[in-house]
């Protein structure tokens, strides 16, 4: 994708829900993405009449699609988009709408990816995620990634060092992030004490290595021509099935692109005010830094201990999903909306100071061992 110069496309507003750990019988996939729609729209001061085109990502808006959500919130759309690749879908709609906007395919686009999940909503999700899942893992007793990504994060530890006590220390600063986040899942203070004391689920995962399965949505806007202040996507990339399961899962398909991605952008990590990485593991949160080129595989408990629990990079501001929570799709979403929300300066008491420029990761749709699914983009105010 070639660089937005500044008369391009730009994202206006942003909306997200509070993540719902226990929401209440009325809840609905499709009610906490008009909540996210209607909120992003406000804070752009559009009315629904103004919206042709949608984007939507969602795994349980079935049997509904996004022409029925577009139906449902009275949309009239020239430019219509469904997309499932999980934690990868909010990157992706974004190129593909910025694409449609330079194109002329439509003036207004909003995004919105959600999920509501009750009990037997993600066992069930997970147990049939893929043919993989339902024909070789499920019947082994391995339900859900838990296990995949135990053992991954066991060779993330044998080759580089890194001890529980370090990826303690990534989910202490991430919890720090999140009290300032009023939408995060969880905001009290997180002592390493209490990360090492949490019930072991898959060793060495302990239950708050692992996301919390939350119900939520996120909403971008995104305009062809925009006025005032918004956000360009400046680069972009993305590789899918990159190794085709052959490599050890240690090094995402962002570290092919990434070169690529800074090259485009005409900036390089250090650059950035603002990193936001997928991180529904803290070793993928890790090796995603690696792949990005902030840290040294050769260095990481160093590097965990000098630029991530001093807050010095400020990396997933909105406490990541590890704290705020992971809606489904909008796990994905969440890292775009915070990173473009710190560039319009509308992140209240965690605001960087005159943030300008930021990166977001996506990754997903885990196979037979790891996530297939990776891209990222640089995003400018």
């Known amino acids: 994708m070639s660089p937005a110069g500044t008369d391009g496309p730009?994202?206006?507003?942003?909306g997200e829900t509070p993540a719902l750990r226990h929401p209440d019988a009325a809840c609905t996939t499709a009610g906490l993405m008009a909540q996210a729609v209607g909120q992003a729209l406000r804070h752009a001061g559009l009315s629904p009449a103004q919206v042709d085109g949608l984007g939507v990502a969602s795994f349980t808006l079935r049997p509904d699609r996004a022409i029925d959500l577009a139906w449902q919130l009275g949309l009239r759309l020239?430019?219509?988009?469904?997309?499932?690749?999980?934690g990868a879908s909010a990157i992706n709609l974004l190129r593909q709408a910025w694409l449609a906007l330079q194109a002329g395919q439509a003036r207004t686009i909003v995004l919105v990816s959600g999920d509501h999940f009750t009990g037997a909503d993600f066992a069930q999700l997970v147990r049939g995620y893929?043919?993989?899942a339902q024909d070789y893992l499920s019947p082994l007793g391995c339900k859900g990634p838990n296990p995949l990504f135990a053992m991954l994060t066991q060779r993330q530890m044998a080759q580089t060092g890194l001890r529980r006590e370090d990826y303690g220390a990534l989910c202490v600063a991430q919890r720090a992030w999140a009290a300032d986040n009023p939408n995060a899942a969880y905001r009290a203070p997180l002592t390493l004490a209490q990360y090492l004391d949490a019930p072991v689920v898959a060793p060495p995962l302990g239950r708050l290595d692992c996301v919390p399965v939350v119900s939520g949505a996120s909403a971008l806007v995104l305009q062809a021509r925009p006025t005032g202040v918004h956000v360009r996507l400046v680069s972009s990339g993305a590789r899918y099935n990159h190794d085709q399961q052959e490599g050890d899962g240690l090094q995402t398909g962002v570290a092919e692109l990434a070169d690529g991605l800074w090259q485009e952008a005409g900036m390089g990590p250090e650059d950035m005010d603002v990193v936001s990485v997928y991180d529904d593991y803290p070793a993928m949160a890790v090796a995603q830094l690696c792949d990005l080129g902030y840290a040294d595989a050769n260095d990481l408990p160093g590097f965990i201990a000098r630029r991530i629990a001093t807050r010095q990079l400020p990396v997933n501001t909105a406490g990541g999903q590890l704290s705020a929570g992971q809606a489904g799709t909008a796990g994905g979403m969440h890292g775009v909306v915070e990173v473009a929300r710190q560039l319009l300066g509308q992140a209240g008491a965690r605001q960087l100071?005159?943030?300008?420029?930021g990166v977001v990761t996506g990754y997903g749709m885990v196979q037979l061992r790891y996530g297939m699914c990776a891209n990222a983009a640089v995003l400018s105010r």
């Open 130 to 132: 893929n043919r993989s």
């Open 10 to 14: 730009g994202i206006v507003a942003v």
């Open 78 to 86: 020239h430019w219509c988009m469904q997309d499932e690749l999980g």
């Open 353 to 357: 100071p005159g943030a300008r420029h």
